[in-house]
């Protein structure tokens, strides 16, 4: 009664520049596997066809014996035959309406699919938002899943923290080897810079020194210093005696300025020494005042907070403060890649050691695994609740973009062979209660 053709209404029709057509679709946006099930189906249509026709046939015959006086039986016959060639016909119609009009015919409610293609997604995309993205069908479902009991006991089997682990690794490699380190380097550099910029360095910096005065902290770093200058005027005795004897005016005589500069240079080494050897020493007290002084005028002075504030921002921005940001990136990376490399690296055993002791925990504790099941629910609601509409639109947006002939004889030869099984059900059903309504009828006296 009818037939498919083989070619596609919209399948083979590409755009320019479309690129390279999918290897397992044919030319006329059909598969092999659609061809298999075309195939399929024109046997089940011609077996539902050659039924009908049987009967039709039969019907002729048992009219012709009917009218020639060959008995009761040839009524009968003729009833079931007749009530069969409806019953197929009614239901080809109901079938083929689904699909097209029948006969090409535009009759009123047929070639349903075809027409009502955009309401038939909008349906489903509704039925899927109600039925499957609701918040209870998703508790219900995570619930059921135990998702944090399966990842514990996944996770605790030291084959599968190895391959997680040996993942990781991979992952972190492609990501840094992806990544560019000029680009890097540049947003570091810039993020390092604007985030020191805009947070004021003097006022922590004053009170951690008000701390560390407080706290007697700076008294190791006045000891190292005082005995770095000591060793330091040893050394360098004739280097500070010359630079005595050339700030000393010409007009004195030489021996003088050696006898001045020999004073000098004994009195300061007495002074550094008494300084290194006394923690009472003056000095230091007057250095603690400094300091403590300095650590006020850090928090609460607007002329130095603003003087360090020049400062560090010129700091920031020479050449090798940022180089060093630069170079510090690029060992990072190095040591990184180099432990993401090597399997017994420190950083893989502490990751594979951490997996194992999560996995071990989620195993053992419940009260774990209740916590991370609700955060995944919940995170689960969330971003359902939150793009439910964007979800089911995809079904509706893609639904609505499909051809509509096209789409119809797609769904056509996923369920048509099941549907002509309705036209067999239909003509022997049809058949049989035309048979019995006619046994009745006779029974009647019709």
């Known amino acids: ?29 059909f598969t092999e596997a659609d061809r298999e099930k075309q195939r399929g189906l024109r046997r089940m249509k011609a077996v539902a066809t050659g039924l009908l026709v049987f009967v039709a046939v039969v019907y002729a015959l048992a009219t012709w014996a009917k009218a020639a006086g060959a008995g009761p039986w040839a009524g009968y016959v003729a009833a079931a035959a007749e009530a069969g060639m409806v ?18 015919v535009p009759i009123p409610h047929t070639a349903i699919i075809p027409t009502k293609k955009d309401q038939l997604g909008e349906a489903l995309g509704d039925f899927v938002g109600e039925n499957f993205l609701s918040e209870r069908v998703i508790r219900d479902k995570l619930g059921s899943v135990r998702l944090a009991a399966r990842a514990g006991a996944w996770l605790a089997r030291p084959e599968n923290a190895d391959r997680v682990t040996a993942e990781l690794a991979t992952a972190v490699r492609g990501g840094l080897t992806v990544l560019h380190d000029a680009d890097v380097q540049q947003v570091i550099g810039e993020t390092i810079t604007r985030r020191a910029e805009d947070v004021e360095l003097s006022p922590p910096l004053g009170a951690l020194l008000e701390r560390t005065v407080s706290d007697g902290g700076h008294h190791k770093l006045v000891d190292f210093v005082c005995v770095k200058a000591h060793a330091w005027l040893i050394e360098h005795r004739d280097a500070v005696l010359t630079a005595i004897g050339d700030g000393a005016p010409g007009w004195t005589p030489r021996f003088v300025d050696r006898r001045v500069g020999d004073r000098v240079y004994r009195e300061l080494l007495r002074f550094v020494t008494e300084m290194r050897d006394s923690p009472e020493h003056p000095a230091r007290y007057a250095l603690d005042r400094f300091l403590a002084d300095f650590a006020q005028q850090l928090q609460h002075d607007p002329e130095t907070r603003t003087r360090v504030e020049r400062l560090k921002s010129e700091l920031l921005h020479r050449p090798e403060v940022q180089e060093l940001i630069a170079t510090a990136w690029a060992n990072l990376r190095a040591m990184i890649l180099t432990a993401a490399e090597d399997e017994n690296s420190p950083l893989r055993l ?31 609601v969330h971003v359902v609740s939150g793009y439910r509409k964007e979800i089911t639109s995809l079904i509706t947006d893609t639904v609505a973009a499909w051809d509509a002939r096209h789409t119809s004889r797609k769904i056509e030869l ?11 059900n239909g003509t ?13 009828t006779r029974a009647l006296g019709g």
């Not at 596609?8 to 946006?29: I, K, M, V």
């Open 87 to 104: 019953g197929a016909l009614a239901d080809w119609f109901a079938v083929t309406a689904l699909f097209r009009h029948p006969l090409g």
């Open 414 to 424: 996923h369920i048509g062979r099941d549907l002509q099984f309705i036209r067999l």
């Open 1 to 29: 009664m009818e037939q498919t053709t083989a070619r596609g209404s919209t399948g083979g029709d590409r755009e320019p520049g479309a690129g390279p057509p999918d290897p397992g679709l044919l030319t006329d946006g």
């Open 350 to 380: 502490r990751a594979r050691d951490s997996l194992l002791s999560l996995g071990a925990r989620l195993t053992a504790d419940a009260r774990l695994r209740a916590k991370i099941d609700g955060w995944v629910a919940d995170a689960a």
């Open 428 to 440: 022997i059903i049809g058949a049989l209660a035309g048979l019995v309504i006619h046994t009745v």
